[in-house]
């Protein structure tokens, strides 16, 4: 099983659409849980870190569940500039800290 | 912010040369920083740990004779592409991981490597 794993996508939605991005892992010893978006042959940026109790940041809103192990991001009223690969990512300090990525999810979003 | 300098941008090298890859924090201090590999549609794959004055640690399948890693200072790591083939053509990227930070981790803008 892979250590993350995530939708394969892609996602083709309208301006204004509502998408959802999903994430599972498989270490409960994870520790930090992360959301980037890839811009085609750039690196990745930080998007949002998730925290426990979620977290929102405008449009952004991140969900972390323990339980289930999975992350979760939903983007609101999406907007051209949306458009990217949104990558999940999870690190644990018993693997030194090293972030572990989804294989990223490819967001389209159309006029 | 943190900022993280990765050279050169891209680079075009023939089959069996070597292209060495610098990444430097600017204005951190990094004792670790992280190599990723990504293919084209791929995700970003760790190829290594890189550990300020000790030995890089690899992940499986990744040969460390290969792919040359040293960190030598808190602000500079390096990874050499050595013997570079075609199938070594891809965009690699660094990370560093600022503790405390409030970024967390800091990506330098990548290398795209055409091995022809």
């Known amino acids: 099983r892979k250590e993350v794993e995530q939708d394969p996508g892609p996602f083709n939605v309208p301006e204004g659409a509502t998408v959802a991005f999903n994430c599972t892992y498989s270490?409960?010893?994870?520790?930090?849980f992360f959301w980037y978006r890839q811009d085609c042959r750039k690196e990745p940026k930080l998007l949002m870190s998730v925290y426990s109790s979620g977290n929102e940041d405008g449009r952004f809103t991140a969900q972390l569940n323990r339980a289930s192990q999975y992350i979760s991001l939903l983007i609101r009223d999406s907007k051209l500039s949306d458009s990217a690969t949104y990558l999940c990512a999870v690190n644990s300090e018993s693997s030194n800290y090293k972030l572990t990525f989804g294989k990223g999810t490819l967001l389209t979003v159309n006029p | 912010g943190a900022v993280v300098s990765q050279h050169p941008s891209w680079v075009i090298c023939k089959s069996g040369t070597s292209v060495k890859i610098e990444c430097r924090s600017l204005d951190f201090q990094a004792t670790t920083m992280f190599w990723y590999r990504q293919f084209p549609k791929q995700s970003l794959m760790l190829m290594a740990t890189s550990n300020e004055g000790s030995k890089a640690t690899y992940e499986q399948g990744v040969e460390k004779d290969k792919f040359l890693i040293n960190h030598a200072s808190l602000t500079l790591s390096t990874l050499t592409v050595t013997s570079a083939h075609p199938e070594d053509s891809s965009f690699y990227i660094c990370?560093?991981?600022?503790?405390?930070?409030?970024?967390?981790?800091?990506f330098g803008s990548g290398t795209r490597l055409t091995v022809v």
């Open positions: 270490n409960s010893a994870s520790q930090s």
């Open positions: 990370s560093a991981r600022e503790p405390g930070g409030k970024a967390g981790y800091t």
